[in-house]
């Protein structure tokens, strides 16, 4: 029985996905173009299973590895095959074209946007969008296991994230309501921004935002 659905199969699908398995997870992996999906799956591993968007996802957890856009488009598209499923949604919703904001309104969040349009009986968690795609692969900066910050108003969809997110490797830390998702997307903004800039030559998109003990 599949555990997790991952939807895409670019970079966040394959650092996901390697996670995942990582995990002892059944994977599979569903996109708009079959053979892309296909291609990342036989990457991942023999188990894990692949096929197109259409499908319904298997996974009592889906990860909407997509743009923003996209993942508004696919959680309407799929209605109500996702009733009952945990939805997690990693979107950064940058505004590309000026840099210096996000695409969502202040007082609220592309997580929140998602879950308005999710079928009602969906649970919507905010969550890896302060990993980027290269670390996950690994699972960890310099040795130091990534935190992944999680927020949901539902605790049981929290508590199906963080098990997979332990067992990945990785820290989860619960940051509450799904409206901490406003600063969780306000923070790797930050963070990405300080990357573009020049004045900050040693920051890579191999970094990751930590809490420290
Ligand atoms: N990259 C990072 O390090 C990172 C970190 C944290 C969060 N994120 C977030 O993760 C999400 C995915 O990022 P990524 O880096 O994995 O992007 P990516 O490598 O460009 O992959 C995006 C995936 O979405 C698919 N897609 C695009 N438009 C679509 C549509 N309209 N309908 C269906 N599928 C569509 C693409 O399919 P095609 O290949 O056919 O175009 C591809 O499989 C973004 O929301 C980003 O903000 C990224």
Do not use: C
């Not at 095959?81 to 074209?97: E, M, R």
């Not at 990993?131 to 969809?157: H, K, N, Q, Y």
């Amino acid at each position: 029985m599949t555990d997790i659905t991952i939807i895409g199969s670019g970079n966040m699908a394959r650092g996901i996905g390697t996670r995942a398995v990582a995990a002892g997870r059944a994977v599979q992996i569903l996109d708009r173009d079959e053979t892309k999906a296909a291609a990342l799956a036989a990457e991942l591993g023999d188990q894990v299973a692949s096929g197109a968007i259409q499908a319904t996802p298997a996974g009592a957890i889906v990860v909407l590895a997509l743009p923003f856009d996209a993942a508004k488009e696919v959680v309407t598209a799929y209605g109500a095959a996702l009733a009952g499923k945990t939805i997690i949604d990693i979107t950064n919703p940058v505004d590309f074209t000026t840099f210096d904001s996000l695409v969502v309104a202040p007082g609220t969040s592309a997580a929140e946007e998602i879950a308005a349009l999710a079928d009602q009986g969906a649970n919507v968690v905010k969550a890896f969008n302060t990993t980027f795609a290269g670390t996950l692969v690994e699972g960890s900066v310099d040795g130091i296991p990534l935190d992944v910050f999680i927020a949901s108003d539902s605790d049981e969809a929290k508590a199906a994230v963080s098990s997979f997110v332990s067992a990945a490797g990785l820290r989860p830390i619960d940051v509450g309501p799904l409206r901490r998702a406003r600063e969780l997307e306000g923070f790797q903004f930050v963070l990405m921004t300080l990357q573009a800039d020049p004045a900050h030559d040693s920051f890579n998109w191999n970094t990751g935002l930590k809490v420290l003990v």
